[in-house]
T-cell receptor, first 112, second 114 residues
């Protein structure tokens, strides 16, 4: 079984809809991250969380919110989706004392 | 934050060594140099990281210049499975202070020719 899972894997939605992307991990890591990937732009950090009570904004947090429901779960929400939020979204985890991040398989989101 | 510069693309013949360069002239003394790769239709995958000394692991080697303003990821024998986008990343901030952030650039797309 995969250590970092993301649901859904693909989603098509309409402008103005609320949508939630979910991430779960079985690695027991404290730290979790949400990234967005656009063609030609590499990955950009949206939010990161060092534990359940510690959530931080990344480079491009506007238009997004997150919830850390438990150590193993970190959700990303788009309250009112817009077309320029069409992208590939990745969740990642890391241990407290190491720099290595472990990525999920990604969610491809299309906003029409 | 310190930035990295990588060539957009490189080609290699299968079973030949590959040297992927990265420039980071504004690196600070506490920045670690990380390499990740992303295979088609997959999430990024950790390859290697280092601070000052050269590093080796089962996937690759990392050669760091003495002034730390550049580094090179070395794949000793490229295989078709190594075709991916390779990202050179600097870790900014202090993990313990909670200001951690990895910044991904555009990376180098490596093509491996059979």
């Amino acid at each position: 079984d995969a250590d970092v899972t993301q649901t859904p894997r693909n989603r098509i939605t309409k402008t103005g809809k609320r949508i939630m992307l979910e991430c779960s991990q079985t690695k027991g890591h404290d730290r979790m991250y949400w990234y967005r990937q656009d063609p030609g732009l590499g990955l950009r950090l949206i939010y990161y969380s060092f534990d359940v009570k510690d959530i931080n904004k990344g480079e491009i947090s506007d238009g997004y919110s997150v919830s850390r429901q438990a150590q193993a779960k970190f959700s990303l929400s788009l309250e009112s989706a817009i077309p320029n939020q069409t992208a590939l979204y990745f969740c990642a985890t890391s241990e407290l004392d190491t720099d290595t991040q472990y990525f999920g398989p990604g969610t491809r989101l299309t906003v029409l | 934050d310190a930035k990295t510069t990588q060539p957009n693309s490189m080609e290699s013949n299968e079973e030949e060594p590959v040297h992927l360069p990265c420039n980071h002239s504004t690196i600070s003394g506490t920045d670690y140099i990380h390499w990740y790769r992303q295979l088609p239709s997959q999430g990024p995958e950790y390859v290697i990281h280092g601070l000052t000394s050269n590093v080796n692991n089962r996937m690759a080697s990392l050669a760091i210049a003495e002034d730390r303003k550049s580094s090179t990821l070395i794949l000793h024998r490229a295989t078709l499975r190594d075709a991916a986008v390779y990202y050179c990343i600097l870790r900014a901030g202090d993990l313990r202070a909670g200001s951690y952030q990895l910044t991904f650039g555009k990376g180098t797309k490596l093509s491996v020719i059979p």
